[in-house]
């Protein structure tokens, strides 16, 4: 954390020298001592510091100062600061102005100038008011703030995106919080679109796109090579092990994620069943890890950036990126997992982001606080978003098209569902239409057995209703099941005793390896795959296994001709 300031105000500039300088001599390891000749000059720079969500501790002001006096400073200043202590430096004639400003801008001391010597006449007053200020200060949030209006769809991605990025963040709410209202003026923005992020060091973005966002936060975004022996698209716990066990292993790995790491996985509140971790942990720590040990190992992770078309040439595959920009590489794996379907009933598109959330239950379990709330869905992310969201929310009702939820929740879920008193279950029921303008006010709810459709009141709708492979910026590169996923090894589509179709190499594909030599496939993006954390984790392992093997191989120059088509 910076030092919390001690900010000095004389019009007389010998006194002003005089009085930073004792103020350094005593408080400098600790404050920041800084100083301004005038009123207005000292608005501006607090204002610059509020902006920059710098702490100060101490206002020492001259009371005799043209334009502005020192008890008209304190008026403005303390709505600026209005925890920071207050001195007024006075001369005798002064000593009214000080005692009624002790009414008027809760002084908390008035000096005599000259304050010499200042053992004795300054520094008992001021060590005795910044010991109280300590005692009584609360750190403040250095990092993010995020201002805006607690329903926008736009609000909703920001928090998002930082949330699942690891980025601590502070959000404030502009309907509700002053503070909101003040910092948005103070950064010059009160035209601006919300959400107006305002970093660390009090630039304000009006807002950002996710890849501006991610730049002026510090995330990687620019390769930092054309070509690398490993590039894994999709950082999922498929990708991510796939960079460790690669980078490990002395291959130069590249990560593309577009949206955050940790994938599905990421956004869980609590994963149980994963070896090594009998209390369970969160997605976004076991994200947070997994990232940390692949940086370690010395893979270059990319985020927010999508792969948006894939071609292969002589043994090399390039990427072409969202941003315009190619990659390229002897191997790769791709990890892209599987995405939420989206909820198709009247209404859902305008209110995606604005009480209706696709996972997200994390980000937004806060802001449901003593709300009624809904989830869709009846397997075990719905079963785990339930149970996070009924820490906050009043009551959090499941609603599940089927009969029961036997048929596709794990048992211990069902019985904290069971167990937990502001969780209801209502099977039978389908989601017909979603209500409200600018955010979700109510649900209407199709009972099967009936026909009977209700509209009942709903702050939030989280919907976990099963998902689709992540396989459309292919292009047909690669052999795909009828609904996307990729084929690989022994399921590859193939004639009695030919190789498989497309198949281009003269050694049968290993046992992860799609239809075009050299690129392989792991976790949910494949096809029949588990649908599991540990299975994407060790198929991600096992695909970095058949890339040693395939590099070991005849190099690009003596492989055949490349594969054009699925
Ligand atoms: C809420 C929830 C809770 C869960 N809880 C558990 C649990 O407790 N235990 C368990 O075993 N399993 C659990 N699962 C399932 C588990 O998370 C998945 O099986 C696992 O995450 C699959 O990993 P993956 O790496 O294959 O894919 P994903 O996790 O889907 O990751 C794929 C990644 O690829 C990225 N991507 C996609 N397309 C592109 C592209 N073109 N360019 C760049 N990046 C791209 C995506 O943004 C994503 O980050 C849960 C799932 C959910 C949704």
Known sequence: MEKPVVFAVDDEPS?????????????????????????????????ELKLANRIVALLLVDQRMPEMTGVELLTQAIELYPEAKRVLLTAYADTDAAIRAINEVRLDHYLMKPWHPPEELLYPVLDDLLDDWRANFHPVFEGVRVIGHRWSADGHRVRDFLARNLIP????????????????????????????????????????SLAELAEKVGLHTRAVSETYDLIVV????????????????????????REAPGGQAGTSSSIENYLGFPVGLSGADLARRAVAQARRFGAEILTPMEAVKLESQDGYHMLTLSDGSTVASQALIVATGVSYRLLDVPGADRLAGAGLFYGAAITEALGVKDQDVFVVGAGNSAGQAALYLARYAKSVTLLVRGRSLEESMSKYLIERIEEAANIFVKTNASVAELHGEERLEAVSILDSTTGEVARVPAAALFVFIGASPRTDWLGGQLQLDRQGFILSGPDLERQPNRKPD???????????????????????????????????????????AFVHQ?????????????????
């Open 15 to 47: 006194v002003l020298a005089a009085v930073t300088r004792d103020l350094r001599r005593r408080y400098g390891a600790d404050y920041e001592v800084m100083r301004a000749a005038s009123g207005a000059e000292a608005l501006e720079a607090l204002r």
């Open 169 to 208: 963040y502070r959000w404030l709410d502009i309907e509700t919080d002053a503070e909101a209202v003040q910092l948005r003026d103070l950064a010059g923005a009160a035209e601006a679109p919300l959400p107006l992020v305002v970093l660390a060091d009090g630039t304000a973005l009006s807002r950002p």
């Open 234 to 257: 999709g950082t999922g716990p498929a990708g991510l092990a796939s960079a460790v066990y690669g980078a490990s292993e002395g291959l130069r790995t590249l990560l593309i994620e």
């Open 502 to 544: 497309g198949w281009m190499a003269e050694r049968e594909p290993y046992w992860l390896e799609t239809s075009v030599p050299g690129i392989f496939v792991a976790g949910d993006v494949r096809w029949q795959s588990t649908k599991r954390i540990a299975s994407a984790v060790g198929e991600g392992a096992m695909a970095v």
């Open 550 to 566: 395939h590099l070991k191989g005849p190099s690009p120059a003596q492989r055949p001709a490349p594969a054009s088509g699925g």
